[in-house]
């Protein structure tokens, strides 16, 4: 084995929950997605906007990290519970 | 009482909840399903909620509202997710007050606050398709 | 629906009124008997109104509250008359507006012209005497 | 008969309804008053004032006729119904 394929060097997995329009334009409820190289939220925006361009389209997009709206310099973790949340319109 | 429930709401038990004996005044929002949206028929509505964001959130809307107006009294709210046809109830808020102009101004701010920050979302039935409400600008 | 009764208010009966396909959006007001008036503990209230002045005033609200939100679907006045105890649900207001801003905008006008000019009176009884309720300056 | 004592010179009277604070001042539910001389509400104010002092202390007083609250200027008839409205406290 190579020292790159060691399990320690592999970037941590997240799973991110997708509500309203972000499931329709993903096709899934969730996404699993290697931790960004900044390890910020902002990185992950990053990440789901190359792939999805649909996003960008939205009136807004927030990101969720255990149940509280985070900011694009917020640290992630692996065990964290991360949501992309769309414009909301409750009531 | 903060819910978010897939049965259908009861107002007037929603509204028991806020009595109190040093509150003269209630007042509450309903929310219902309208028959169209910008001109266009609505057949149903489709509601989901992240729970348990939305719970958390709730709560964080509650203590922003009792913060701003700390002589508020009680606080209920029920939200209800999945499908909904038209005049079923979406959403109740009630609050009660000592005095009335408060209760308006702290309801009002409540169902406002709740509009922007708890993910809730509705998608739109229409006879030819359906859409996410508020997604695009 | 505009009522002034010696019966008890039914709350959920008057939301219903306003209930209407057109209209996303109900407030509703409720006044109800404080344990306490500037402080002075109150036993029970005593309302009395000069009918039918009454009644024709509460239209006029009504048809005021009607010219300045045009939009306004339906409207439901109820107002308790007679001897009521601490809790006792003494006026009703409800509003169906086809959005939100307006149903409080609505309803606060319509309680709070319903106050000024409504022929209706309330005797607030103490532990030692009563008083009539803002007769005085 | 004098001309004076003739009914037709005798001043019509008004009834006047007494409601919440002033029906305590007055002691009575209704009030019988001669129509006052110049007719009009403004006239009942002024002898409603002189018999009754005590309804100069009120923060407001109003005349309703017909149900309709009156300016001092109105004329007053024989058939109206006439109501004093002290200050209102619904809700």
Redesign the interface.
């Known amino acids: 084995m190579t020292p790159e394929s060691l399990p320690a060097t592999q970037p941590a997995l997240l799973t991110v ?1 997708l ?3 972000t499931r ?1 334009i993903v096709g899934q409820s969730s996404l699993s997605l290697p931790m960004p190289a900044d390890g910020t939220v902002g990185g992950l925006f990053a990440t789901l906007r190359a792939r999805y361009p649909a996003l960008a ?3 807004s997009l927030a990101v ?1 990290v255990n ?3 985070a900011f694009e310099t917020d640290p992630l973790h692996p065990h964290d519970e991360i ?1 992309l ?7 | 009482m903060l819910e978010i429930s897939d049965q259908p709401l009861d107002v007037a038990a929603v509204l028991r909840q806020v009595e109190a004996p040093g509150a003269g005044a209630v007042n509450a929002f309903v929310g219902t399903v309208r028959n169209q949206a910008g001109g266009r028929p609505v057949r149903r509505l489709h509601y989901e909620a992240y729970m348990p964001m939305a719970l958390r959130q709730l709560e964080h809307v509650v203590a922003e509202t009792r913060r701003r107006w700390p002589m508020l009294q009680a606080v209920a709210v029920a939200h209800r997710v999945g499908t909904l046809v038209i005049g079923d109830v979406a959403v109740v808020v009630a609050v009660s007050t000592p005095h009335r102009a408060e209760s308006f101004a702290a309801c009002q701010f409540l169902i406002d606050t709740l509009k922007q920050t708890v993910p809730i979302w509705k998608r739109e039935e229409y006879e030819d398709g359906t859409e996410w409400v508020a997604a695009h600008p």
């Open positions: 929950l509500f309203g329009i329709d389209a939205l009136r969720a149940s509280e709206y949501a949340i769309p414009p909301v319109a409750g009531g």
